[in-house]
């Protein structure tokens, strides 16, 4: 079994903004944003519609972050680890 750290509160990450050099915040996963109940889905099947070909075999989740002062915003695979 695995777990993302971010998902999980393991770990927190800063991140600059690739456009004004600003702070990024972690707003979460990826798929939580796609529709009204994907938050609700088993993160196994949400899997298989976060854009990465082999996410669920390779034990990642791909996270958005955003921009707190230009909202740009850009996605992260971050590794997921051993439970």
Known sequence: MY????CNGMRTVQRACP???GEMTDQGKLVDF????SP????????T??????SRSSHTCVHL???LGCD?????????IPK
């Open 3 to 6: 777990a993302c750290p971010l």
């Open 19 to 21: 456009a004004c050099g």
């Open 34 to 37: 796609m529709g009204d109940y």
């Open 40 to 47: 609700y889905l088993v993160i196994e099947i949400a899997k």
């Open 49 to 54: 519609v976060d854009g990465v070909k082999d």
């Open 65 to 67: 972050f955003q921009c």
């Open 72 to 80: 740009t915003q850009k996605t992260e695979v971050i590794q997921e």
